[in-house]
């Protein structure tokens, strides 16, 4: 297995961002192929919290967002972790894994509530993110959102507003 690094994104990493995440998402089914345009729309209205990018020599192999959602009862600096990519290519080798304990660690570091998340249910699950009966995420099926307290945060119960950058 190759070596990689990460890394925060910067300004010239933004078209390889674009085109790694349109790649990445291509025929799944909890997916409406807009990624891409999301994480750019997150970033113009600076509210792209966290950008890590996984690098191998000049590529990029790996990408992981975050931003911040609101949930309805009040609980404060939740994120919405994702979307995350990883190449086709490169995919089972422990990339995304690397990205998902990079911005936990972070989300930690800001003393973050907890974190949602969109997407696989057995990729999240490794990392501690469940399903919660009581939080839902209007309009997106309950088996693919996620959720997790961080700190000492209470598992909160409500509806949970992502950023309207997702509301294409
Ligand atoms: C999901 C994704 C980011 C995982 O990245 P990755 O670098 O392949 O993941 P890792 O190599 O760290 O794999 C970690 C584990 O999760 C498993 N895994 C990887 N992708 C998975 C997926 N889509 N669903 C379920 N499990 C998955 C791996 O088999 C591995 O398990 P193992 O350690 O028992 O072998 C990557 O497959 C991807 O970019 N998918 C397309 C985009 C996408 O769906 N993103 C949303 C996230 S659900």
Redesign the pocket.
């Known amino acids: 297995m190759d070596t990689f690094t990460i890394r925060r994104e910067s300004e010239a990493d933004i078209p390889a961002i674009r085109d790694l995440t349109s790649r990445?998402?291509v025929g799944?089914p909890?997916?409406n192929q807009q990624e891409s345009s999301i994480i750019e729309s997150l970033r113009d209205a600076d509210a792209l919290t966290f950008s890590f990018m996984a690098v191998k020599g000049s590529s990029l192999v790996?990408h992981i967002a975050a931003s911040p959602v609101t949930i309805s009862n009040g609980a404060v600096n939740w994120l919405a972790i994702?979307?995350?990519?990883?190449d086709?290519q490169?995919?089972?080798?422990?990339?995304?894994?690397?990205?998902m304990r990079r911005v936990l660690k972070e989300l930690r570091e800001i003393n973050a509530g907890g974190a949602v998340a969109v997407?696989?249910p057995?990729?999240?699950q490794?990392f501690g993110l469940e399903h919660v009966a009581d939080l839902v995420l209007p309009g997106v099926d309950k088996q693919y959102f996620l959720a997790m307290p961080l700190a000492d945060s209470a598992m909160p119960s409500g509806e949970v507003s992502y950023h309207r950058a997702f509301c294409s």
Do not use: H, M, N, W
């Open positions: 990445a998402f799944k909890y997916s790996g994702g979307p995350i990519s990883v086709p490169r995919q089972g080798e422990g990339i995304g894994s690397q990205l997407g696989d057995t990729f999240y490794r």
